[in-house]
């Protein structure tokens, strides 16, 4: 017996009776519903579909690959089919169980000081893998803080849904995308094909789900991805190494799906460059990654982000509340309870945000790119991030003002008190780095006073566009055709992996208090910015 769920994307997702009465139905899975799926709302207002939906759409994508490999399989290996796909399927519903709010935003508090460690010794003790510990070591497996959590608190809450080791380790797996690496042999090989089918870097269920859902809401103009089309071109075919004589499962496609691998690269590149990579989005981002590291301060005990805050029992927080099923109200609730910073007054009242210089990467480009040439772009890139990196650590996060350029000129007269002291070479070189630091500031408050606004901005770094037409990944998917022994790779038979990877690593994006329709001559800091990138290649 089946429940069905209407979707705007897939019509009906029929989920069986039994799985929607004891996961989908539970206060573990509901919380889903209050957890926005994206931080595109700034800039997008319908885009507040939640982890629920997105998580209920993963499950009916890896229910159409099921059925294609079904009907390639027929238990000839002696293997328990049934399970596997069943174990897989429920990996696809549970893969955000664990999802902390707002995004990706807060996910890092799930870590021990930025250790995965104390994650990965739960999930061994979960699944009772001791192979993962080697594997993790080996492979330098780092799974996303949401996925381990998500591992975790599904095998805590679900666990009369595993009946032996294997499946509660293939079910971690799938999650975090941990392939099995010790003694992997042909009935291993297929679960890592499985394992592909939710986390891969390349294409995958989870990603489907959210590239197309994610156009739909936000009435982006994306290209079709015709996901039918592509998941019942799945191919597991057998593939024997000439060198080691190993005989391991592989995914291949049809032929059938070129055009819609195509699709969903054009679809991902879209949506990370253009909404992903959006100052508003960015700035959202960069607000809220504040406010909840002062949330975390203020009611921590001494973490507000744990697997505890997620479930119904919830624990105790500074101050006297009490805080179960973690989810973004609660966090809002928290933020009005604070001491008033500037961040919450961004947040909450969009007209005191600041406004970015440039709207884009394109647009960073076209004012930079004439004056600067690769070597002095290598420069600005490094010396930006290095910038960054300081304010983080007088703890004034991204903020380039008045009260920084004073704690500059006080490490500096710091640096030339040790020298008289002790001419130790070191302090001679950090003094020189103080200095140069200093520079690059007041080129940025020179700016601020020739076009007369206030020398107070936020720089934030974001990733420079890269086409995942580049991606190794993408050019070795591997193609069937008909009357050919072998596949072929990707790249073979198309013309589209052409991108050129981006000279550098990083840009960014400099915001400013707008007060008015102000006309700001951004040539002028591009001017000072290049001076100052010339002298350091002197």
């Known amino acids: 017996m089946y429940k069905s ?231 597991i075919q057998q593939q024997t190494d000439l060198q080691t004589d190993f005989t391991a499962y592989h995914v291949v496609y049809t032929k059938n799906a070129i055009s819609v691998i195509e699709n969903v690269v054009y679809a991902h590149d879209a949506e990370r460059k253009w909404i992903q990579n959006h100052p508003v989005v960015q700035y959202e981002g960069y607000l809220l990654k504040n406010i909840m590291a002062g949330v975390n301060r203020t009611y921590g005990n001494p973490n507000i982000f744990s697997k505890e805050m997620l479930t119904f029992q919830g624990d105790d927080l500074k101050n006297g509340f009490h805080i179960s099923l973690l989810c973004d109200a609660d966090m809002i609730f928290l933020m009005k309870n604070m001491q008033v910073t500037s961040d919450i007054m961004e947040y909450f009242f969009r007209t005191e945000r600041k406004h970015p210089l440039w709207k884009s990467e394109s647009e960073y480009k076209a004012f930079f790119n004439p004056s600067f040439t690769k070597e002095l772009f290598a420069i600005l890139e490094c010396s930006m991030e290095q910038l960054i990196k300081y304010v983080n650590k007088l703890g004034m996060p991204s903020i380039i003002n008045e009260q920084v350029l004073k704690r500059c000129d006080e490490d500096i007269e710091k640096c030339e008190c040790l020298i008289e002291e002790n001419s130790d070479k070191k302090y001679v070189k950090m003094l020189q780095q103080k200095k140069k630091m200093r520079e690059w500031i007041m080129a940025f408050k020179e700016f601020a006073k020739e076009q007369e606004i206030a020398f107070n901005f936020v720089m934030i770094q974001a990733n420079q566009f890269n086409s995942g037409f580049s991606k190794q990944g993408f050019e070795e998917l591997e193609i069937v055709f008909p009357n050919m022994n072998k596949p072929v790779y990707f790249k073979t038979v198309t013309n589209v992996l052409t991108a050129n990877k981006s000279a550098g690593n990083r840009f960014f994006y400099l915001f400013f208090d707008r007060k008015e329709k102000q006309k700001i001559n951004i040539f002028c800091l591009v001017d000072k910015l290049n001076k100052l990138a010339k002298d350091a290649t002197r």
């Open 5 to 235: 769920f209407k979707d705007p994307i897939y019509g009906y997702i029929s989920i069986e009776k039994e799985i929607v009465k004891g996961i989908v139905d539970t206060a573990a899975f509901q919380r889903l519903r209050n957890v926005i799926q994206t931080s595109y709302a700034p800039l997008y207002s319908s885009a507040v579909h939640n982890r629920f939906v997105h998580s209920l759409g993963v499950y009916h994508l890896g229910n159409i690959v099921s059925r294609t490999i079904e009907t390639m399989f027929q238990n000839e290996e002696g293997w328990d089919l049934s399970r596997c796909l069943f174990v897989f399927k429920l990996a696809c519903l549970l893969h955000d169980v664990g999802h902390a709010p707002f995004s990706h935003t807060g996910e890092e508090y799930y870590l021990d000081n930025g250790s995965r460690d104390e994650l990965h010794e739960e999930i061994i003790r979960l699944t009772g893998d001791e192979n993962l510990r080697a594997e993790i070591a080996s492979k330098d497996y780092k799974a996303a803080p949401h996925e381990l959590m998500s591992v975790i608190i599904a095998l805590d809450t679900f666990p009369k849904y595993f009946t032996a080791d294997w499946e509660r380790s293939f079910f971690a797996r799938c999650i975090i995308g941990y392939s099995y690496v010790k003694n992997v042999d042909l009935w291993h090989s297929f679960l890592n094909c499985l394992i592909s089918f939710l986390n891969s870097s390349v294409i995958d269920v989870d990603k489907l789900d959210y590239l197309i859902r994610d156009a739909y809401i936000t009435g982006f103009d994306t290209i079709n991805i015709d996901y039918i089309r592509l998941l019942r071109s799945v191919r």
